[in-house]
């Protein structure tokens, strides 16, 4: 089946830890985000990259690092930088080659930090 | 920086009632806006508008674009317990690139 994964579900870390978040794609697609997602809210863009081993931040990057080494992975670490990293996070991936930019999301992460 | 606005934040009906979901958005160079429904986890896509006044239909939901008031709406008829989700609007930015701003969505909830 083709799709996105991310794992674990539930992630549970004591304050000033770093944390890594697993996502995997399927789809072949070039390019993978990362959105954080808080109560109540919408989706906050933290890193998307475009093709393997390149990457840039998004709008709220502060505490968090990504890499790129292969096109079906692009795991998040949340570092203890982080001031508030308790959300959940969610992986999408999109195909480069379309001019428009349906995107599809994982099941995601809820990271609970104490 | 591009801007998108939804609302209400949050709506609760009964079974059968029609429902309409606001998006305004600010962006240069517009390109296309997208609807997703959230339901507990992943978003999933619905529609995807870049042209002005035409509808886009999936069963008893509808969206429509008005490019020149920067606003879509999304319509949902003889709504249903299973239409209960977070119903969240994007825009991508002007220059390439297909990552999203994502509004902070409307919450709907339908009661039997």
């Known amino acids: 089946d083709g799709g996105i994964t991310q794992s674990p579900k539930y992630l549970f870390r004591k304050e000033g830890q770093n944390v890594t978040l697993s996502c995997e794609q399927n789809?072949?697609?070039?390019?993978m985000y990362w959105y954080r997602q808080d109560p109540g809210q919408g989706l906050r863009l933290i890193y998307y990259?475009?093709?393997?081993?390149?990457?840039q931040k998004g709008d709220i990057a502060e505490g968090y690092s990504v890499s790129r080494e292969k096109k079906e992975s692009f795991p998040l670490t949340v570092t203890s930088a982080q001031k508030n990293p308790t959300a959940f996070y969610l992986c999408?991936?999109?195909?480069?080659?379309?001019?428009?930019?349906?995107?599809?999301f994982g099941p995601g992460t809820r990271l609970t930090v104490t | 920086e591009d801007k998108v606005v939804q609302s209400p934040l949050s709506l609760v009906v009964h079974e059968g009632d029609t429902v309409t979901l606001n998006c305004s958005y600010e962006?240069?160079?517009?390109?296309?806006l997208l609807w997703y429904k959230q339901e507990k986890k992943a978003p999933t896509f619905l529609f995807m508008l870049?042209?002005?006044?035409i509808e886009k239909k999936s069963g008893r939901l509808s969206s429509i674009l008005d490019k020149k008031e920067l606003f879509s709406i999304l319509n949902i008829t003889a709504t249903q317990t299973g239409d209960s989700a977070v119903y969240l609007c994007?825009?991508?930015?002007?220059?390439?690139?297909?990552?999203?701003?994502f509004g902070g969505g409307t919450r709907l909830m339908v009661k039997p």
């Open positions: 962006v240069t160079n517009f390109r296309s």
């Open positions: 999408a991936s999109s195909p480069q080659s379309t001019g428009y930019a349906e995107q599809y």
């Open positions: 994007a825009v991508p930015p002007g220059n390439a690139g297909n990552m999203l701003t």
């Open positions: 789809l072949n697609h070039d390019a």
């Open positions: 870049t042209s002005s006044g």
């Open positions: 990259s475009q093709i393997v081993n390149d990457f």
